[in-house]
């Protein structure tokens, strides 16, 4: 099929109103930072981010049921190692390329082979906007093609920064419905009772839940100080569980474990270390 260009008008920043989202569970997902549109130090890159996102489709697949799972580069790279380790293991075709200005992102899809299950359309990226306004427009865009695909449900993942170093590191996660919420609980998801999801990870939900689509939110708690497969692999593991897919993880695990050897071994020289009278610390 041949390719279809999209492109996105231009939009003012009056088009975007800085609205808070609450799902049915009171979790606020904040569909932009509090930044300020109008901060002039920004003008001249917000300018620019107004020019037209372009779409390039690739195909116009016929997908069964949809669910599109998102990632873009964060702390640790989580969300990111996501979505290029579930593209890599189900071999997912591209569905369109998406530039807007200097980002190039992604669309894949894939199609379950249990006709009674969901088909996937993965989308990652170079890069997040650094402009409310830019993450603003990009996330229309891809609740926008979400929407022209059938899809029902969006998720989107990433890192649950905690600081520090956990040795049993969970799940952490929101939604835009009580039964969804329900739905995580038994998936072993913390709910996230607190505080709001900024950023792309919110503002995809955000306007599935305006657009009366369903919003999920997975996030891997990580320290933020390293690149963390650990955290993505946990998140896949959630994925799994959820969606029944079949997901080859010993890469991941392999990677993890590196992780891990690594950490354990730090920890033992710094014990070994610290004799008499010397103070232990971590910088």
Not at 66 to 94: E, F, N, Y
Not at 122 to 141: H, K, M, N, V
Not at 195 to 219: E, Q
Not at 257 to 266: H, N, Q, S, T, V
């Amino acid at each position: 099929m041949a390719a279809v260009d999209i492109k996105i008008p231009k939009k003012s920043t009056e088009d975007f109103p800085l609205q808070r989202v609450k799902t049915s569970e009171g979790i606020p997902i904040n569909p932009c930072s509090p930044l300020r549109f109008e901060d002039r130090a920004s003008r001249s890159t917000a300018s620019a981010m107004r020019d037209p996102i372009e779409l390039h489709l690739n195909e116009a697949p016929k997908l069964h049921s949809p669910i599109l799972i998102a990632g873009l580069p964060d702390s640790g790279r989580v969300a990111k190692i996501v979505l290029d380790h579930l593209v890599k293991t189900l071999k997912a075709l591209p569905l369109a390329d998406g530039t807007p200005e200097l980002m190039k992102h992604e669309f894949y899809y894939w199609v379950n082979s249990d006709e009674s299950s969901h088909d996937l359309v993965l989308y990652t990226g170079d890069a997040q906007p650094i402009l409310p306004e830019g993450a603003f427009r990009l996330s229309e865009a891809v609740v926008d093609l979400a929407e022209r695909l059938g899809v029902g449900t969006l998720i989107t993942v990433g890192a649950f920064i905690t600081g520090r170093i956990s040795d049993n590191p969970k799940v952490y996660g929101a939604a835009s419905e009580s039964d969804l919420v329900k739905e995580l609980k038994t998936l072993d998801v913390q709910i996230i009772d607190s505080g709001a999801v900024t950023w792309m990870n919110g503002l995809i939900p955000g306007l599935a839940k305006v657009r009366n689509l369903k919003g999920l939110f997975l996030s891997g708690e990580t320290s933020g100080f390293m690149v963390d497969p650990r955290a993505a692999m946990i998140i896949l593991r959630v994925l799994i569980r959820k969606l029944g897919l079949q997901i080859e993880m010993k890469e991941l695990e392999e990677q993890a474990k590196e992780i891990d050897d690594a950490l354990k071994k730090g920890k033992d020289e710094g014990t070994s270390s610290a004799g008499p009278g010397k103070a232990k610390y971590v910088g």
